[in-house]
């Protein structure tokens, strides 16, 4: 049997329909119901969501290689993308498009951003996932992740009701490096003069430590490029390129980068309101678009119809890719990492701004400090939460064979 045949054999038929009916619905609806940027945002999430799945395009694997073994094809992925993306985006946010109206991801530098980005590093070891992780996982019918997203959900809306006090703790306000250096060329190279060291040192640090470099999973030789692109699976880089794609279309239409946390605050804050607990007296969805969206559907929300079409999206390349399955039993301890890890994630993420997308991806490639914060903060909280998950023997200690 050929390759191409192979690959469609697996396809998983019914799921594939089930994703479809789901896109093409809530697409028509969205457009009806709002606007066509609706519509096309849900589509650009699907991209997001077939990109992330098809890929394999995590950042908790992909920093936990690296911690334990020095395996770096994850981390220099994310340079990648980081790169990628602060190329399409730095002339957007830089105003050299006038008419384009398009905002950076900025938020103040302060302990809010390095506390909130550490709990996240710990949290995204214990939960599994991180902000993008989560969601493209769930579209794979990990069962086991639900726990995590669900106390994901629980630990934005409590960070949403104790963010104030963490704005009143030091920080000193908002920067970016586009105003600081005078424009957004100069901004750039710099920029990505910074990542390309660090790509550099990254590759060296697995280099010495294993004599080799990790590939970026290289395409079977008897499978066609089409077939790879519709079953999977994708070269990281290729996950990166998707990514910083679908992030632009993102910046473009909804005028401000790909988010994830936020929606998972509103659905908490909606819920609570639900039972009768006056949410719209908290501080933070008191004015401003969270009253609006807190009083709105949860369709309208941006964040919210992208998080759900990355699910979907998910789901589609899962069962293209013939991945689609739903986790039987989940071990106590499985369970008690994803509640907590959860809790960190999503406590974590409302301190910081944003998750490892909204906060370190958005900040990063918008040009603003606190992007950079938040990814010197995460990495440490990444290497605790690393050596917790082998002080629970969930993994096997530092230096043990495979």
């Known amino acids: ?32 119901a709002f606007d066509l940027k609706h519509a096309l945002l849900f589509l650009t999430g699907i991209g997001l969501g077939v990109s992330l799945m098809h890929a394999m395009f995590g950042f908790t694997g ?3 290689s690296f911690i334990r073994s ?8 994310h340079i990648i993308l980081l790169m990628l993306s602060s190329l399409l985006f730095f002339p957007v946010v830089g105003g050299a498009f006038s008419e384009v109206n398009s905002h950076p991801a900025l938020a103040p530098v302060g302990v809010s951003v390095l506390v909130g980005a550490f709990l996240f590093g710990i949290g995204m070891q214990l939960g599994g996932g991180c902000g993008s ?22 630990g934005a809306t409590l960070g949403s009701y104790h963010l104030p006090w963490w704005l009143q703790q030091p920080n000193i306000g908002k920067v970016s490096v586009i105003s600081e250096l005078g424009g957004w060329l100069p901004a750039l190279l710099l920029q990505l003069a910074v990542l390309a060291i660090l790509y550099i040192v990254v590759r060296r640090m697995e ?33 990166a390129i998707g990514l910083a794609v679908f992030g632009l279309a993102t910046l473009l239409l909804a005028g401000y980068p790909w988010s994830i946390t936020y929606a998972y605050g509103l659905w908490g804050a909606k819920i609570l309101s639900a039972t009768g607990v006056d949410v719209s007296s908290w501080t933070y969805w008191s004015a401003g678009y ?6 709105s559907s949860v369709l309208a929300d941006i964040t919210s119809i992208m998080d759900f079409g990355i699910i979907i999206g998910a789901m589609l390349a899962a069962a293209l890719a013939s991945k689609f399955a739903p986790a039987g039993k989940i071990i106590p301890k499985r369970v008690v990492t994803a509640v907590v890890g959860g809790l960190l994630l999503g406590y974590g993420a409302r301190l910081a701004f944003g998750c490892n997308i909204g906060g370190m991806l958005g900040g990063i490639a918008s040009g603003s400090l606190h992007g950079w914060l938040w990814l010197l903060a995460a990495f440490p909280g990444g ?3 690393t050596y917790i998950r082998v002080w629970m023997k969930f993994d096997k200690p530092f230096g043990a064979k495979a």
């Open 70 to 77: 020095r395996r770096s094809a994850g981390v220099r992925s």
């Open 1 to 32: 049997m050929s390759e191409a045949a192979l690959s469609q054999s697996r396809v998983d038929k019914p799921v594939v329909l089930i994703a479809l009916f789901l896109i093409l619905a809530l697409s028509l609806f969205l457009q009806q």
């Open 62 to 64: 992909g920093w936990r």
């Open 290 to 295: 969270p009253a609006k969206s807190l009083n």
């Open 133 to 154: 992780g989560t969601l493209y996982t769930v579209g794979q019918g990990q069962t086991d992740m639900l726990i995590t997203i669900t106390f994901f959900v629980v």
């Open 383 to 385: 290497i605790l939460g």
């Open 207 to 239: 280099l010495k430590r294993r004599n080799s470099v990790q590939d970026f999973k290289p395409r079977h030789p008897q499978q066609s490029l089409l077939d790879q692109f519709i079953f999977g699976p994708w070269p990281l880089w290729w996950g």
